[in-house]
């Protein structure tokens, strides 16, 4: 029963992560209609904004998590103007966009490895690596600030979305595009709104990663995760995207504990398959076509 | 009001207008009749700015019409959808707060929901419901009063009685008589001609791209190649 409970508590925290970016993911398809691919290249600069400012700016922890953040938020608006926002204005189909997107993702992850090095580096230990007991359950620090900084963010982005007239816009915007429009909406802003939010969320996700494990040009392939998380909760639904990542997180956490850490990660492709095939609409998702 | 001169309008490779010229006067009803895939709907998306005309011009109370949707609502034209498009994933509150978007004044904008909501009891009766459970009609409805909301002047109105049962019909035609007497002007694409020049003062008959015909509602009703080409299958059905 203590591993049990262990292994949910571990699972919570890395789930809460896997819902920073699954979020991210889920907003820009409920404007867009399209997986953006060049997700997880924004997780990893997030990584690096916060690595260098921690080592090379010699910032505090705060600020270089704001760093990064603010960071990735301007980046993924600089990326949807240069990618994506010429393929809107043609009204391209869904699948331009995606390779777009892929075309964004080599080249951020390439952009990396061609000027600082594809080598690892450790973030400094900034919260100690003693961990808190609550009865026969501990907590790792950096376990325990993940998870209560990514509820904070998500519930930050939940009322956002829900109480505020630009979060009201951006609803409107993800039901139909034309009609939000025709209320008056600037949609060409939504959109910079929802990856500024989606970008935000990445960057806090990668700081996270980094100093979880470490800072790679790679680590963006994480996002896979995130991805499949999204599907699962069911893409285009926010709530969904969070609970699909919880679900996942917890999976793959209990997985690596009773069975092998070495089906960790095939569990997630097991359940996206699943998924895909079962119920392709994820827990509570709103639509089943062009999935991509 | 609104000027509309020698527009050209194309996409995908296709001409959907080819010199398009038309004036709404402040107070008019005016309507556009024409068969399927005449360029009726085209020519309001160009007017609201979706579609980025290739020649023409077009004003609006005497200035340039705006470049941007938003901008052009801002001016004061609102667009009633074809397919109506009402947020279904939002309550039919905050549908009718969407029309309110770009508009600060609390006070106006409360004195507008009482009116939309007397206008309109039902939505009042399910104001808290979401808008994807109303009925067609009731979605008809809820799209024309989030655009009364926005307090534009000139209303655009794109097939409202499209899909919608005859009783229904009929009660949307006298609803905009009633957004005509709220001080409105309208401009009204409808396929259904009869219905349409009989509650318009002057009508256009769009035909491939071009207008091929303007005048008072009542004389190009009485048109006999408009009778033949709009009005015949119309009275055969029962009107």
Do not use: W
Not at chain 2, 106 to 111: E, G, L, N, P, T
Request: hydrophobic share 50%; with cysteine; aromatic share 8%.
């Amino acid at each position: 029963m203590a591993q049990f409970l262990q292994q949910m508590v571990n699972g919570l925290s890395i789930g809460s992560v896997y819902a920073l970016m699954a979020v991210g993911y889920s907003l820009v398809y409920s404007i867009m209609n399209f997986s953006n691919f060049a997700h997880g290249g924004v997780i990893m600069f997030g990584a690096y904004f916060g690595f260098f400012a921690m080592t090379q700016l010699k910032l505090p922890f705060p600020a270089a998590f704001a760093v990064a953040f603010v960071g990735t938020a301007v980046l993924a608006v600089v990326i949807e103007r240069i990618a994506y926002k010429p393929l809107r204005e043609r009204n391209a189909p869904f699948l331009y966009f995606i390779i777009s997107a892929m075309g964004a993702s080599i080249f951020l992850e390439n952009i990396i490895i061609a000027t600082i090095g594809p080598t690892f580096r450790t973030y400094p230990d900034v919260f100690g690596r003693t961990s808190i007991s609550l009865g026969s359950v501990a907590i790792g620090r950096l376990d325990l600030i993940m998870f209560v900084i990514s509820a904070v963010c998500l519930a930050g982005l939940v009322l956002f979305i829900e109480k505020t007239k630009i979060g009201r816009a951006i609803q409107a915007s993800a039901y139909n595009m034309k009609a939000a429009a025709l209320m008056g909406v600037n949609t060409d802003r939504v959109v910079m709104i929802v990856f500024a939010l989606g970008g935000m969320l990445a960057g806090i996700a990668g700081v996270f990663f980094g100093m979880k494990y470490t800072v790679y040009p790679q680590i963006g392939n994480i996002t896979t995760k995130s991805f499949v998380a999204a599907v699962f909760g069911g893409l285009g639904s926010l709530p969904g995207a969070v609970l699909g990542s919880v679900l996942l997180g917890i999976i793959e956490t209990l997985v690596a504990g009773y069975l092998s850490s070495q089906f960790r990660d095939l569990i997630a492709f097991v359940i996206l398959i699943g998924v895909l095939v079962f119920r392709p609409t994820g827990i509570m998702g709103k639509t089943t076509e062009d999935k991509a | 009001m609104l000027n509309v001169e020698n527009l050209h309008v194309a996409y995908g490779g296709i001409r959907a207008l080819k010199g398009v010229s038309l004036r709404v006067e402040e107070g008019e009803i005016v309507t556009i009749i024409g068969a399927n895939g005449a360029g009726k709907s085209t020519l309001l998306n160009a007017i609201s700015g979706f579609l980025k005309p290739a020649a023409g011009t077009m004003s609006f109370k005497g200035k340039p019409l705006g470049r941007r949707p938003d901008i052009i609502v801002r001016d004061g034209i609102c667009h009633v959808p074809e397919g109506r498009l009402v947020f279904a994933n939002l309550s039919v509150e905050n549908n009718l707060a969407m029309g309110a978007y770009l508009r600060n004044d609390k006070k106006a904008v409360a004195a507008d929901l009482e009116r939309v909501y007397s206008l309109f009891p039902r939505l009042a009766e399910r104001s808290k419901q979401s808008a994807g459970t109303l009925s067609g009609g009731e979605q008809q409805m809820l799209a024309m009063g989030r655009a009364l909301m926005t307090d534009g002047d000139l209303v655009l109105m794109d097939e409202p009685s499209l899909g919608l049962a005859p009783l229904l019909v009929q009660t949307v035609f006298e609803i905009i008589g009633e957004i005509h007497k709220l001080g409105k002007t309208i401009l009204l694409v409808e396929q259904n001609a009869f219905r349409a020049l009989s509650v318009a003062d002057r009508a256009y008959v769009l035909e491939q791209g071009r207008i091929v015909k303007e005048g008072k509602a009542s004389d190009v009703a009485a048109d006999p190649a408009v009778r033949d080409s709009y009005l015949g299958a119309e009275s055969k059905a029962g009107g």
